[in-house]
């Protein structure tokens, strides 16, 4: 019998580097992005849309555009980053405030139809704190809260290695603070959203006699009272927020995102004193806080990359 050698085999293609998908879906904007397993944005997109006029049709115009920018990758899945009251077992955006056409919106079944990877859907400030935790200020740690501040405000709650994510559970924004407080967009009043926002600013601001559309860094170089007594308010209203969520859950540790960076070590350190003289218990983790490092457009798409590495 006579032995034939195999041939010898050729060179083996490289596999290509895995990559993660994220979107954010707001009013009025779509962005997506390509990153790597580490977190770096490889490649992003964006695309606008009416808010207040746009039906469905021109949502998924929106979302098609922005998603060409997964083309020629595999992403080992897309995390949506949403607006507005989601369901995440069902992956639809259920309600939208300012945007109509989003109630319902089927996101999950949109994006998979376009990119082929498996998708999910979670609010915006719950998402945050995944991308912290992978990527940011809450790696290594098992129990944290990430703040949106800004124009967009909430907080996300990483609780012991779990995101608290209750159906029907929202992002902390529409808490009432006073019970006799200002009218909010959703219908209540005093909610947290009406005192601790870049609106609420400005119309203090305004009032204070510090001029039209003052932003929170300008405050904060200005040396008259006018400008310290409205950035104390500021960060005392910010805190309020917080502060029951220190009382309820003991995070220890709040990373800031958005408008507070503009703020710097004074606007943290007052949000952290006040923290800090509400401890109760001398069991608890004195809260500290910081300020996240992540460029302020990142912080959706890296808590969308972060859901997407959660569920691995």
Not at 97 to 115: E, Q
Not at 136 to 165: H, Q
Not at 208 to 231: F, I, K, N, Q, S
Request: proline share 6%; charged share 20%; aromatic share 4%.
């Amino acid at each position: 019998m006579r032995l034939v050698p195999e041939p010898a085999p050729g060179p083996v293609a490289p596999r290509p580097p895995r990559t993660l998908g994220a979107v954010e879906l707001v009013p009025g904007r779509v962005r997506a992005a390509v990153l790597t397993m580490s977190g770096t944005v490889l490649r992003r997109a964006e695309a606008s849309y009416d808010a207040g006029t746009a039906l469905p049709a021109d949502i998924d115009s929106a979302l098609a555009l922005a998603a060409e920018v997964f083309a020629g990758y595999a992403p080992v899945g897309v995390g949506v980053a949403a607006a507005g009251i989601v369901d995440p077992a069902a992956g639809l955006i259920n309600e939208v405030n300012d945007v109509p056409a989003l109630h319902g919106y089927p996101v999950t079944a949109r994006l998979a139809a376009l990119t082929g990877a498996p998708v999910r859907v979670e609010h915006r400030a719950r998402l945050q704190v995944l991308g912290d935790r992978w990527f940011g200020a809450g790696r290594g740690r098992r129990t944290f809260a990430s703040v949106s501040t800004g124009e967009v405000l909430g907080v996300g709650i990483l609780y012991d290695g779990e995101v608290l994510a209750p159906a029907g559970g929202r992002s902390g924004a529409h808490m009432t603070v006073s019970a006799s407080g200002e009218a909010c967009t959703c219908g209540g009043r005093g909610c947290w959203k009406t005192v601790a926002t870049t609106r609420w600013l400005r119309d203090r601001a305004r009032t204070a006699g510090l001029g039209e559309g003052a932003t929170l860094a300008a405050l904060v170089e200005r040396d008259d009272e006018p400008a310290r007594r409205t950035v104390e308010e500021y960060a005392e209203n910010v805190a309020l927020g917080l502060i029951n969520v220190q009382q309820l859950f003991a995070p220890g540790l709040f990373v800031l995102h958005g408008e507070a960076r503009e703020g710097g070590e004074r606007f943290r350190t007052l949000i952290e004193e006040r923290l800090r003289s509400d401890v109760a218990s001398v069991g608890a983790e004195l809260p500290q806080v910081l300020v996240s490092g992540a460029a302020v457009d990142d912080v959706a798409l890296l808590g969308g990359a972060g859901l997407v590495l959660s569920h691995l």
